[in-house]
């Protein structure tokens, strides 16, 4: 009995394989909580805000392109905007951003922001091995694709578990500066 060796584009065309799938709910739900957001951050400062309505833009047209046109093409770049999502939060999470009113101020975690890069993480990591994975078997295809899922769900239990239960909470990791008062 021989396993048959495919490129990984004819593995499964429909129905979606479970690493696309995944990537998908990821880049919906990151969608969901950017658009929850924007408001605040419009009353906030009018740029973050537009940034937040053109992330959640391009995230909701990735997760249709990701059904309706699955090619590598749509992918890499799922996994750019994914990527980058997350740098720059990681950015205002640590240093802060270098404009705006709270310019070089970092931000506390809280758990919208947090969820929502670890959904944007997760939709990078179920994408990267079927875009670089040249030739891959069908029985690994399923394999990957549902190590995927429970990667994601795995990640979002513990994300959940160990953010603070109220939302308008947050938590601060930030460093305490210690400043001379003499």
């Known amino acids: 009995m021989s396993v048959s060796t495919v490129r990984l584009a004819t593995v ?3 129905p979606l394989p479970l690493a696309r ?3 998908v709910c990821c880049l919906f739900g990151a969608e ?3 658009t929850s957001v924007m408001d605040e951050h419009i009353n906030e400062w009018l740029p973050i805000g537009l940034f937040f309505l053109a992330i959640s833009l391009v995230e909701g047209l990735l997760a249709v392109a990701l059904i309706t046109v699955p ?13 980058g999502t997350v740098a720059l939060w990681l950015l205002t999470r640590t240093v802060g951003i270098p ?8 931000e506390p975690f809280g758990r919208a922001d947090t969820l929502s890069s670890a959904l944007e993480l997760v939709t990078a990591v179920v994408l990267l091995g079927p875009v670089t ?7 690994r295809a399923l394999s990957y694709a ?3 899922l429970i990667v994601a769900a795995a990640t979002l239990v513990t994300i959940v578990g160990v953010t603070q239960s109220d939302a308008e909470e947050s938590i601060d990791l930030t460093p305490d500066v210690i400043t001379d008062a003499s």
Request: glycine content about 4%; charged content about 10%.
């Open 21 to 23: 799938l995944t990537a």
């Open 12 to 14: 499964v065309p429909l």
């Open 71 to 83: 090619t590598p093409k749509v992918s890499k770049l799922a996994i750019g905007v994914s990527l």
């Open 32 to 34: 969901a909580i950017h």
């Open 146 to 148: 549902l190590a995927a």
């Open 133 to 139: 994975a040249l030739v891959i078997t069908r029985k």
């Open 99 to 106: 404009i705006g009113p709270m310019a070089w101020n970092a």
